[in-house]
């Protein structure tokens, strides 16, 4: 699978941006994604994932409520809209895919996205 993110920018603090991950290769649709960012000095964490079967998603606590990860089975597109966004939201942005179910791990997941830079200015 190879992935290949989008949407990043820069955007004021409160303000919104969607991130696109396009998939080729195999379908999404057996696949749990995952948004996982990292910040400047910082390591790799997770962000918010969409299990492989439907109907599930987790998200960290830091973005609970404020993002969205959905995905578009049609178009092997995943995407995270994240709303009310906070200068700590700051960071490179990463899909991430695996044949399986759930988990927060990085390591864990197999395929990856280039990243996509978001900084939120306050």
């Known amino acids: 699978v190879q992935l290949q993110a989008s949407g990043g920018g820069l955007v004021q603090a409160g303000g919104s941006l969607r991130l696109s991950c396009a998939a080729s290769g195999r379908t999404v649709s057996s696949y749990t994604m995952g948004w996982f960012r990292q910040a400047p000095g910082k390591e790799r964490e997770f962000v918010a994932a969409?299990?492989?079967?439907?109907?599930?998603?987790y998200y960290a606590d830091s973005v609970k409520g404020r993002f969205t990860i959905s995905r578009d089975n049609a178009k092997n597109t995943v995407y995270l809209q994240m709303n009310v966004l906070k200068p700590e939201d700051t960071a490179v942005y990463y899909c991430?895919?695996?044949?399986?179910?759930?988990?927060?791990?990085?390591?864990?997941?197999?395929?990856w996205g280039q990243g996509t830079l978001v900084t939120v200015s306050s």
């Open positions: 969409d299990i492989w079967h439907g109907g599930s998603t």
């Open positions: 991430a895919a695996r044949p399986g179910g759930l988990t927060v791990v990085a390591t864990s997941y197999y395929y």
